[in-house]
């Protein structure tokens, strides 16, 4: 285990046995009306939150070798993000953070704590940290089916569909709603890229957004054309904050690229919507619903921050452009619906592969005495015994 579980839980967790009750039943949140409300199913399979140790993180993600690697900037972001399996089967995200970004382990706990209370079923939910020695790392649901950014921007076999834009939409801003009712409504550097797609194919918020890169880090990695304006003169992420970068998705979301916010605006004073409209929908989308959408976008790209919608407001408008609420996300992203395939079952070891397994000579030798092998008959009879 590692280094901040035992004391900083006593310290700053007295409620721990009572967590700890909780956990087995986690409390999660569904999407029905406010996108607030509860939901126990949201939960199933789900772990509850807790502290991995570094040797289980090392044999999930082989070592944290660079192929397990799926950073948006590879092997060059600042913070890198492994996949990885645990001995259950179970596909983990692993955030690694160096130690010059959280020097004190406990603070890494408490922030990690707090965003590992939150489930939803619209959330790559947080499951587990690891603090031990220099590592920092955070432990999350991996989504299979990549992120909105490759859908959108590097799609190879379709484009998204007008209808499953408008889901993906509604969806994050029911994550970003629930976690402003939860007391959490920070969310550091919301782009493309932190929109990902569960084994259905519903789109979820990553969850690794809900905590800053640092203690005291820049919460921007995106380029300053897209960064809220009250950020560049004050440094800090505000819940308006949040909303402007919302506002970027939205832009993104219409037009299939990733245009600064400034220059889109000048399309919306002008009225160009249609010039903003990705031209790979082909005109297959509802002008009605893209001027709802286009004119949220513009509400959120206010320069004054008090101007904005708030999260519940971004719920209301989006929530009546569902169209298609029966249809399966992985057919409107046309992908396969993923399926994974059983466990290879093993076949059991005979006495000889037993003994073999357990490097037990005596055990061997007592195996080859009973079956009369003879050094000079060559290494047939052992394959044999092995089988």
Not at 83 to 97: D, E, P, T, Y
Not at 214 to 232: Q, V
Not at 330 to 355: C, D, H, N, V, W
Request: charged residues 25%; negative net charge.
């Amino acid at each position: 285990m590692g280094c901040c579980e035992s004391s900083f839980l006593k310290e700053t967790h007295p409620e721990k046995d009572q967590t700890q009750q909780q956990q087995q039943e986690p409390r999660n949140h569904n999407q029905s009306g406010s996108g607030a409300e509860p939901d126990l199913a949201a939960a199933n399979g789900v772990p509850s939150f807790s502290e991995f140790s570094l040797a289980d993180l090392k044999a999930a993600t082989n070592n944290f070798s660079s192929d397990n690697i799926v950073s948006e900037s590879g092997e060059k972001a600042p913070n890198l993000v492994y996949k990885g399996r645990l001995q259950n089967r179970k596909w983990i995200a692993v955030k690694k953070f160096t130690k010059m970004a959280w020097p004190d382990p406990k603070q890494f706990a408490e922030e990690a704590w707090g965003v590992g209370k939150l489930r939803h079923r619209r959330l790559a939910n947080l499951i587990g940290y690891c603090c031990d020695g220099d590592e920092r790392l955070l432990v999350a649901e991996y989504m299979i089916n990549d992120t909105l950014a490759k859908h959108l921007f590097h799609w190879e076999n379709q484009t998204i569909e007008w209808a499953m834009r408008l889901r993906v939409a509604s969806c994050i801003a029911e994550a970003l709603y629930y976690c402003s009712s939860e007391g959490r409504p920070l969310y550091h550097d919301l782009n493309a890229y932190r929109v990902i797609f569960d084994e259905d194919g519903d789109p979820r918020l990553s969850c690794f957004g809900l905590m800053k890169n640092s203690r005291d880090g820049g919460s921007y990695s995106t380029n300053l054309a897209y960064t809220p304006p009250e950020y560049l003169k004050t440094g800090r992420v505000t819940p308006e904050s949040v909303i402007y970068s919302f506002g970027t998705v939205l832009l993104d979301l219409l037009s299939g690229k990733h245009i600064p916010p400034s220059h889109a605006l000048d399309m919306i004073r002008g009225k160009n919507i249609i010039l903003l409209m990705d031209s790979h929908l082909e005109g297959n989308f509802s002008t009605e619903e893209a001027t709802v959408v286009v004119g949220l976008a513009s509400q959120c790209l206010q320069y004054e921050p008090r101007e904005r919608p708030s999260t519940k407001d971004l719920v209301a408008t989006l929530a009546p452009l569902q169209t298609k609420p029966d249809v399966p996300s992985y057919f409107m992203l046309g992908i396969s619906k993923y399926e994974e395939a059983p466990p290879t079952p093993q076949r059991p070891l005979s006495p000889m592969g037993e003994a073999c397994s357990r490097l037990d000579l005596t055990a061997i030798h007592q195996i080859l005495v009973m079956n009369h092998y003879k050094d000079d008959e060559g290494t047939n009879e052992v394959n044999d015994l092995l089988e």
